[in-house]
């Protein structure tokens, strides 16, 4: 008889077994600046009117599969012409996982600039893809070279680009970016996960390239408890990956709510200009600090290295003052040393910036 273990080693595959979790720390009690959400929620009309909305959900039947009224608002928010599709999925790392799995033949090679989102490799890994991660500039730049040899080498399946780029919150340039789009023999996807906070957008070079998708969501404009995640491009891409995606991946509540939300942009908008305005102001306070290096940012989150002291001990320092951000010191290379800090309401930065200076 063998061991549960030996089950284990036996039956689950071995990158999976050397996999760790994503891991998702515990924040009760702390302010929470580790995960990009949109610190605000909505005002208590507009609550009631959505929760209006909830009341007259059929929770006894079966989402509509497909989703039509939030496409239909999306394809109005965002102007997405007719000649291409738009694919819901549960947060925007199922739609990656949907692609990758649409993709996984033998062989087949995913590839993105790194460091960046995590979930790329992740995904691949899981899915029996190889991941190749092309190092960015040390200016966090795209080293276009690079792409372009790496393209040539490993003729890739898809390539993802964070645009605006997570962690390192800045936008590749639009030139680099096509020149990499024109050379891949396979897909390319742009994830626009931050692209409110940027305003900029590959939205308008959809149909122009016939293997260019782009991805965005919802959970950085204040929906993260929603997991509502859109791929939009060329509609053969998207029926074949459509056939992928489980029948019913976005519940009733949450097509409701978005349907709801996307009926008032203006909120999001205003939350985001905040956030935007909130951002320019921390990274002035940032700056103005001794001992640390800081990025400029496209995005709702600023990167920061800590010069003079250990970046775990500068994490855990805040951490026991109640703050909690993200550290990426133990990612090693060009992240060494650094942490990330979500763009909070006012009187959360405050509280993260005395935290920062008694830390320093
Ligand atoms: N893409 C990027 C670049 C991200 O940073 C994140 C969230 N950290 C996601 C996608 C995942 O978003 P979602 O909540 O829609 O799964």
Request: hydrophobic share 45%.
């Amino acid at each position: 008889m063998s061991t549960i273990n030996e089950k284990v080693s036996k039956l689950v595959r071995p990158e999976i077994r050397a996999l760790k979790a994503y891991h998702v720390p515990d924040a009760i009690g702390l302010i929470k600046l580790d995960a990009m959400e949109n610190p605000y929620t909505w005002p208590e009309d507009i609550r009631r009117a959505w929760l209006k909305v909830l009341h007259d959900v059929e929770l006894n039947r079966y989402p509509d599969p497909g989703a039509n009224a939030v496409r239909s608002r999306i394809r109005a928010a965002w102007q997405i012409p007719d000649n291409l599709d738009i694919l819901l999925g549960n947060g925007s790392d199922e739609l990656i996982q949907i692609v990758l799995m649409s993709l996984s033949m033998p062989g087949a090679v995913v590839l993105a600039p790194t460091p960046t989102f995590v979930m790329y490799e992740m995904i691949a890994t899981v899915l029996g893809l190889k991941f190749v991660g092309v190092p960015l500039r040390p200016d966090y730049s795209l080293d276009v070279t690079a792409m372009l040899e790496a393209i040539a080498t490993h003729q890739p399946a898809a390539i993802f680009f964070a645009y605006p780029n997570n962690p390192t919150c800045n936008l590749f340039t639009r030139d680099g970016i096509e020149r990499v789009i024109e050379a891949s023999p396979g897909l390319v996807v742009l994830d626009e996960a931050y692209y409110a906070f940027a305003r900029a957008s590959f939205i308008d070079r959809l149909g122009q390239y016939d293997n260019l998708l782009v991805m965005r969501t919802l959970s950085k404009q204040g929906l993260a408890g929603l997991r509502l995640g859109m791929l939009i491009g060329p509609a053969p891409w998207l029926e074949e990956f459509n056939k992928v995606r489980l029948p019913y991946n976005n519940g009733s509540l949450a097509q409701a709510s978005a349907d709801f939300a996307l009926s008032h942009l203006e909120l999001l908008d205003q939350q985001v200009e905040q956030i935007r305005e909130d951002r320019e102001k921390l990274y002035e306070s940032l700056t103005r600090l001794n001992g640390l290096q800081v990025w400029p940012s496209q995005t709702n989150f600023l990167l920061f290295r800590t010069l003079n002291r250990d970046a775990d001990e500068v994490f855990e320092s805040l951490r026991a003052r109640g703050v909690l951000i993200k550290n990426l010191n133990a990612a090693g290379g060009m992240l060494q040393g650094c942490l990330r800090v979500t763009i909070g309401t006012p009187a959360e930065t405050s509280a993260f910036l005395e935290a920062l200076e008694a830390a320093l």
